[in-house]
T-cell receptor
Framework: SQKIEQNSEALNIQEGKTATLTCNYT??????LQWYRQDPGRGPVFLLL?????KEKRKERLKVTFDTTLKQSLFHITASQPADSATYLC???????????FGAGTQVVVTP | SAVISQKPSRDICQRGTSLTIQCQVD?????MFWYRQQPGQSLTLIAT?????????ESGFVIDKFPISRPNLTFSTLTVSNMSPEDSSIYLC?????????????FGPGTRLLVL
């Protein structure tokens, strides 16, 4: 069966450092992978999409990599700020109609 | 992009009753989805709401328990029927307004449901 794994332990990081989150998947060959941010009591907010033929994508202080051989995506927050504290979810498309399967998410806590 | 609202934002219900959740989008969209997020868990897709046809349900979810309506391209409802405490969860709708150009889903704020 299809499985998506994200670090379940919260990532505590000091302001200014780089946070790196991992998303591993099995039994998938997704055409693209997405990362979302979710704050408590809110719906997820889209951050980045990376396609299977792309190795890396950047948006401001965010960077995503996608290794289809390792079946892994890494999500980096550089120069982290307390406002980056949230839960980050990876999601893989599971069919051509846009259905997504989400990982459990990794909570990031950035301390001043 | 798309702006999505959900009603109610939260509710406390008694076992055995039903609750209908509304999802309104500020633009016409083809794809609408309903998710459940149980406490401390990630999102699980319940069904895809299709305009003009029956919803497509994921494994483990059935129409009798979660009937869905999609009367037009900007609105959908999800009913949680014959509720039990196990249905306590956050229910979210999402849309993908730009399919074919950008496969991004936009989520509503969610409906927090507590079943006693």
């Amino acid at each position: 069966s299809q499985k998506i794994e994200q670090n379940s332990e919260a990532l505590n990081i000091q302001e200014g450092k780089t946070a790196t989150l991992t998303c591993n998947y099995t039994n998938y060959s997704p055409a693209y992978l997405q990362w979302y941010r979710q704050d408590p009591g809110r719906g997820p907010v889209f951050l980045l999409l990376i396609r299977e033929n792309e190795k890396e994508k950047r948006k401001e202080r965010l960077k995503v990599t996608f290794d289809t051989t390792l079946k892994q995506s890494l999500f980096h927050i550089t120069a982290s700020q307390p406002a980056d504290s949230a839960t980050y979810l990876c999601a893989l498309e599971t069919d051509s109609w846009g259905k997504l399967q989400f990982g459990a998410g990794t909570q990031v806590v950035v301390t001043p | 992009s798309a702006v999505i609202s959900q009603k109610p934002s939260r509710d406390i219900c008694q076992r055995g009753t039903s609750l209908t959740i509304q999802c309104q989008v500020d633009s016409q969209v083809t794809m609408m989805f309903w998710y459940r997020q149980q406490p401390g868990q990630s999102l699980t897709l319940i069904a895809t709401a299709n305009q003009g046809s029956e919803a497509t349900y994921e494994s483990g979810f059935v129409i009798d328990k979660f009937p869905i309506s999609r009367p037009n391209l900007t609105f959908s409802t999800l009913t949680v029927s014959n509720m039990s405490p196990e249905d306590s969860s956050i229910y979210l709708c999402s849309v993908e307004p730009d399919r074919g150009r950008q496969e991004t889903q936009y989520f509503g704020p969610g409906t927090r449901l507590l079943v006693l």
